[in-house]
């Protein structure tokens, strides 16, 4: 079954900082992977997603892919409190595999 | 925007006694998913379904069955509850048309005493 590792467990920065998150994953066949945030006491919402190599870039999110090195990263421009959240990262084969996540990544962002 | 419902909302159990967790969607998806959350575990996948009368192991099936008896619902069933079940239960809808992006509810948090 697909592994799917996410780095930090926790990351506090200051408000406009730029964050990067990293996500691994196993499965070299893997087509699909998304971001999701998760804020406290809720469910997870999605946020970008990508299927190419490559990067894909949507208002302050920049989502970058390398299938060769079965790495994703989630770039957060000019950051703000309200992006304070658990951040997931879920990866699928295809539409016929469930979605993995890994354990997420808490997201503090300091006014 | 997609809608996924869950009920109960909160859940307190007896060891040995049956809960069903309900789950509704109104997004006509095909595709719906039964996770826990628990702290350092992410979300781990249970059973899931491709469509009504069908359900699929996950990865974490042990203690848990699942029902599908509709396009709308999706039930989660535990037997007979453990401690080791006291979890946070998310259900999700998956709309294959837009590579399987899923749509959450709001969860079920469930204390097995």
């Known amino acids: 079954q697909e592994k799917v590792q996410q780095s930090p467990e926790s990351l506090i920065v200051p408000e406009g900082a730029m964050v990067s998150l990293n996500c691994s994953f196993s499965?070299?066949?893997?087509?699909s992977i998304w971001w999701y945030q998760q804020h406290p006491g809720k469910g997870p919402k999605a946020l970008i997603?990508?299927?190419?190599?490559g990067n894909k870039k949507e208002g302050r999110l920049t989502v970058y892919l390398n299938r060769a090195s079965l790495h994703v990263s989630l770039h957060i421009k000019d950051s703000q409190p309200s992006d304070s959240a658990v951040y997931l990262c879920?990866?699928?084969?295809?539409?016929?595999?469930?979605?993995?996540f890994g354990a997420g990544t808490k997201l503090s962002v300091k006014p | 925007e997609a809608a996924v419902t869950q009920s109960p909302r909160n859940k307190v159990a007896v060891t040995g006694g049956k809960v069903t967790l309900s789950c509704n969607q109104t997004n006509n998806h095909n595709n719906m998913y039964w996770y826990r959350q628990d702290t350092g575990h992410g979300l781990r996948l249970i059973h899931y379904?491709?469509?009504?009368?069908?359900?699929e192991k996950g990865d974490i099936p042990d203690g848990y069955k699942a029902s599908r008896p509709s396009q709308e619902n999706f039930s989660l069933i535990l037997e007979l509850a453990t401690p080791s079940q006291t979890s946070v239960y998310f259900c999700a809808s998956g709309d294959a048309g837009n590579q399987d992006t899923q749509y959450f509810g709001p969860g079920t948090r469930l204390l097995v005493l």
């Open positions: 379904s491709y469509g009504a009368g069908s359900t």
């Open positions: 499965d070299s066949a893997s087509q």
């Open positions: 997603s990508i299927f190419s190599n």
């Open positions: 879920a990866v699928s084969k295809d539409n016929n595999n469930a979605p993995r």
